[in-house]
């Protein structure tokens, strides 16, 4: 029918325009996404981003460890004796054991160069003094004014210049930091510098430890690391590579990035790294996750419209059979009815002197105000399953006997219309705790079916046995029988099998829905084995129960 095809193709085109509106701005999100963290991978993003914190983090060190070297230098400044007082200097040099020489230069009176006197018994520091000695003796008769005018431009009170000195030992070189300054009681325009260096083993032994310790603390104290993991910085001697101090999370390996000291330390490097991880790996891990995320969203996605798409069909499906059911319906009333009224209107003329023609007729009237009566009972039980109202009454029953009086008022009928009906009910079942009108009302359900739906070869065949712990109810017909994929469905409300050969004939689709949830209400099943043009067998199975064990009373259906 092309008005059907025409309502089907807008139902369908509608679902898909609903499904398309969420479709194409989820899917654009998603490949927009993509694409962007492709962008991320291909530009090296996250990897740019992590190295840019880097440096402001050796930046802020850098600038830390030089705030701290003027500190300890100026709190030694503070204790160093005033111009000449070159007795002193050893005093000086006991209450700092972190400085290995100390010295006063004065253009009059030449340098004046003290070393620890405890080291001195040590040949090679011994050596190492006497070296220094004799060069800045050397380099101050040409460079002392240039650095008296250094340290006088240099801004603050009493200012200081920190800087790098190099010394040979063996064949390594050694750092230490060598601190000048104006001394205390010189005259105003008199070239007068003091100074002492700070020894290597106080570098690297306490103050570059302390120092990163202050930036960097130790895993435990840190806290939250901002990128999962935990950094670490280094300081190393321009000269070679290995290490003048870390933090505590140093973890060997070349660092990530460095950055050399402007200023107070020259010569000194600055490293930063992640321990256990490369700022490459955590570019990768942080795109896998978010690439896993993506996917899983995606699949969600689908998952999600896929269940909608599913869900919005069924719904049109339903609605599609709940208005094709008003029409059957409709129908299925008004043929009885003008049948009823036809026949009732002939006999009320009072023209039929024939007997036997006015039992005919009024033997359709019954007939058919029955069929009514059963359509009826069949809506009315099925709205008030609907809305949970179903009652039953559950009586100790005999069902052999309910099935062949039930049968026996259709005997009649049945074999009219041509139909072979045989019936086997075994002797000796036992008793039943069911709703009599129930289990009748399915029975006729299952036999009007038979013989509504059986062309060719007219037979009904019931039968009633006992099997395990459940006595089986059995209708079978040699009709048109059920294609397989529909076998389930035809216990859905409202649902008629698509076959011209179901279509005319007269149905709602409410009669095996009804009873299934008959026979659910009484702990059975109900099945259908069914093969196409050879025939339909329906099952009903009940439950055999102890008579203590189920209960009295009326049971509202759920
Ligand atoms: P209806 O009022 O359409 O008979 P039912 O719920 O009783 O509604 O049955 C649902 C559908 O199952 C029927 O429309 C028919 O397609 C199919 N069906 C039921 N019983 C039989 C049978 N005995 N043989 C073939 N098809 C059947």
Known sequence: MPIF???????????????????????????????????????????AAIQRD?????????????????????????????????????????????????????????????????????????????????????????????????VQRMEGDEPIHLTSNWIQRGEKWEYQSLVFFVPKGAARHQIAIAGF????????????????????????????????????????????????????????????LERRFESAFPGLVLGIKLRGTTIADMGRRFLRTNFIILGALSVLLAAGILLMYRNVTREVALAKLKSDFVSNVSHELRTPLSLIRLYAETLELG????????????????????????????????????????????????????????????????????FRFEQHIDEQ???????REAIARSLL????????????????????????????????????????????????KFYRVGDPLVHNTKGSGLGLPLVRHIVQAHGGEVSVESVPGRGSKFVISLPVRELMEVPEAKGAAA
């Open 5 to 47: 095809r025409k309502r089907r193709w807008t139902e369908r085109s509608r679902i898909l325009a609903l499904m398309l509106a969420v479709l194409v701005p989820a899917a654009a999100l998603i490949v927009v996404s993509f694409l962007h963290l492709r962008s991320i991978q291909r530009d090296g993003t996250v990897e």
């Open 54 to 150: 880097y440096q402001q983090v050796l930046a802020i060190a850098e600038k830390q460890i030089i705030k701290r070297g003027h500190e300890v230098a100026k709190s030694a400044q503070k204790d160093f004796p005033r111009i000449g007082d070159s007795e002193r200097l050893d005093l000086f040099l006991a209450n700092h054991p972190s400085i290995a020489h100390a010295f006063f230069y004065d253009k009059g009176r030449g340098l004046n160069f003290h070393s620890q006197p405890e080291r001195l018994r040590d040949p090679q520091f011994r050596a190492e003094s006497e070296h220094l000695s004799s060069m800045f003796d050397k380099w101050f008769e040409i460079e002392a004014q240039d650095v008296v005018k250094k």
């Open 197 to 256: 260096i700070l020894d290597t083993n106080y570098l690297q032994g306490t103050f570059f430890p302390q120092a990163l310790k202050a930036i960097i603390p130790c895993p435990t104290e840190s806290g939250n690391d901002p990128h999962g993991a935990q950094t670490a910085i280094m300081v190393r001697s321009s000269k070679d590579t290995t290490l003048l101090a870390a933090s505590s999370g140093w973890d060997g390996g070349p660092p990530e």
């Open 351 to 418: 023209r039929l002197s024939n007997p036997e023609k006015r039992s005919e007729y009024y033997q359709i009237i019954r007939k058919e105000s029955e069929r009514l009566t059963a359509l009826i009972n069949n809506i009315l039980d099925f709205s008030r399953i609907e809305a949970g109202r179903k009652e039953y009454e559950f009586r100790q029953t005999d069902l052999a006997d309910l099935v062949r009086s039930t049968l026996d008022s259709y005997r009649f009928e049945i074999e009219q219309n041509g």
């Open 429 to 435: 079942l036992p008793q039943l705790h069911i709703d």
């Open 445 to 492: 359900n299952l036999v009007n079916n038979a013989i509504k739906y059986s062309s060719a070869e007219k037979y009904l065949g019931v039968n009633v046995y006992r099997s395990n712990g459940a006595v089986k109810l059995e209708v079978v017909d040699h009709g048109i029988g059920i294609p397989a994929h529909e076998q389930h469905k035809i216990f859905e």
